[in-house]
């Protein structure tokens, strides 16, 4: 039986108070947009959830996948609709039943002027159901479930019910600037600002020619497949080699990384800040590598006054590990690439720097003139989902 519509939850948007028509409003603009082209009827806010009305040839395979892709949505449920009849209600339920062992009905009566109470749908329908089929009713374990949402102007009608991604709609929190490496981990933290709101822009750092432009592209296609969260994006290709080059020349080796990593961080802050993004947002994780002490995480930071975001910090390896699998970063995460950052650097680097005698190598270089340069030199590539 092909639905006419699809019944779309949000759980967490409901309970924000007066925030509640933007969140609503931007979840419909969200679902409008991923859902482009694919020739819906149309998607509106209707007493709570959000209805996508679908025509006859409206892609719902595709559709259905774009919904279970869209943060803020907690559950979606390809749907069938009667009038408020108890007698039109079982007709349409019956459409949708596929032969199964048992039923049971779950009413959610949002129109609290229909003559009947939840109870009384429920077992008017049940029984219409059961004198037309002899399936019996199942309280405990039963085959199927027959969904009736009875809303002002009628009934939905659904027995599948499938999980969203949940979270908040992409745009809600703002925008943030994520620090996107070739890694397994930078990907993953862009999922999780996404699913709480964020509108994310990417920067990534390059070393070419000393990188290939092989591992550029990987990071293109990485972002691509976090744009299918949400949408159009961009990314910044920002060359950090020079930098490099005066970093290995005029510093002491033992911080090296530290220093690639503050310069980092300045030239994200001085895009984010052209770009209204509101953070930054890494993929770091306590104690994975040298860089990632305590420490070094804080003289790496103390340069810029911008939140940073690192949804990742505490995360098993392999937890990130399952959540990149999840969302379809892992594959291309682990195809080979060069990392900028492991360019010239020393077999012992300091995992314990402090702030004092970082800033004491940094002086030997010229900051303002290396971050200049490497910002004029910065190119911004479009990003689509379907890269
Ligand atoms: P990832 O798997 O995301 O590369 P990682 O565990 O390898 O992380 P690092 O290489 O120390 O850790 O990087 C820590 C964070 O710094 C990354 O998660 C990412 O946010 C940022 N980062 C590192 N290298 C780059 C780069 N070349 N371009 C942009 N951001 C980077
Ligand atoms: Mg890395």
Redesign the pocket.
Known sequence: MKPEYFVVHYNEIAIKGKNRPLFERTLIDNIIQSIKGLKANGVKRRYGRVIVNLKEDSQIEKIQEKLGKIPGISSYSPALKSTHETKDMAEKALKLLNEPKSFYIKVKRSFKKHPLKSMDIAREVGTEIFNKTKLPADFVDPDITVFLEVVENGTYIYTEKFKGIGGLPVSVSGKVM??????????V?SFLTLKRGCKNMY????SEPYTKESSRKK?EKLASLIAEYQGQTKIFMVP?IDIQKEIMLKTDKKYRIILY?RF?FRLAEKLARRNKAKAL?????LG??A??TIENIHTIQATVNIPIIQP?ITYDKQEIIDLAEKIGTFET?IEPHD???SLFLPKHPSTKSDLKTVEFEESKLDVEALIKDALKRTEKVTINQDL
């Open positions: 994520v620090l996107l490496s070739g890694g397994i981990d930078s990907p933290a920067i990534h750092f390059h990071v950090l990593r980092m947002v890494t993929g770091e994780n994975q590598v860089s990632q990742l995460s990392d900028c950052c």
